[in-house]
């Protein structure tokens, strides 16, 4: 409960949880900054470049786990997936953020209200798919890190395909 907590506690859970935001603003930033607003893909080295600062996002064990979409652990791991996305244009939207931190250990969790939008590279076709994303964070050298990602998508179709059966 906040009330029992210490006003440090408590400005430490507040900075820590803006921290995080950021951190996810980031990660969404260099999810989507490997294509151009023309959807295209931008060369191998600018690609490159936002795998490895989306990589960076994570601690140099972390996870990344989203079903079709690639699991793997470490920076290397993470770098190859995030470069090797087989889209053309992608965003990604998080928002109803649910942070929980624990200032003594440096630790916290989050969850997150998922939507993401990509054009497939081979197909060109427009998908959307929303769902939620389960986040461990870990506080390394000062900074908030992911330690653990995971997306459960609940649909992923086509822009042009009811994304429930009932519908």
Same mark, same amino acid.
């Given at each position: 409960m906040q009330q029992n907590r210490s006003i440090e506690e408590r400005l430490a859970i507040a900075e820590a949880t803006l921290e995080i935001t950021r951190l996810k603003a980031i990660y969404a930033e260099c999810a989507d900054g490997k294509y151009t607003d023309a959807h295209q893909? !931008? #060369? #191998?080295?600018?690609?490159?470049? &936002? +795998?490895?600062?989306? +990589?960076n996002c994570f601690t140099e064990d972390g996870e990344f786990h989203a079903g079709v979409f690639g699991s793997v652990k470490g920076h290397a791991a @993470?770098?190859?997936?995030? $470069? #090797? !996305?087989?889209? /053309?244009f992608a965003m990604h939207v998080f928002t109803n953020p649910v942070i929980d931190v624990d200032p003594v250990a440096g630790t916290a969790t989050g969850r997150w209200l998922h939507h993401l939008f990509v054009t497939?590279?081979?197909?060109? $076709? +427009?998908?959307?798919?929303?769902?939620?994303?389960?986040?461990?964070?870990?506080? &390394?050298?000062?900074?908030? @890190?992911? #330690? $653990? /990602?995971?997306? $459960?998508l609940k649909f992923f179709v086509p822009f042009n395909q009811a994304w429930s059966s009932a519908q």
């Open positions: 893909k !931008k #060369s #191998s080295d600018e690609r490159d470049e &936002v +795998a490895r600062q989306q +990589a @993470l770098f190859e997936n995030f $470069r #090797s !996305k087989p889209f /053309v497939e590279d081979e197909t060109g $076709r +427009a998908m959307h798919g929303m769902g939620y994303t389960f986040d461990e964070y870990k506080q &390394v050298d000062g900074r908030w @890190l992911f #330690s $653990r /990602v995971e997306t $459960r």
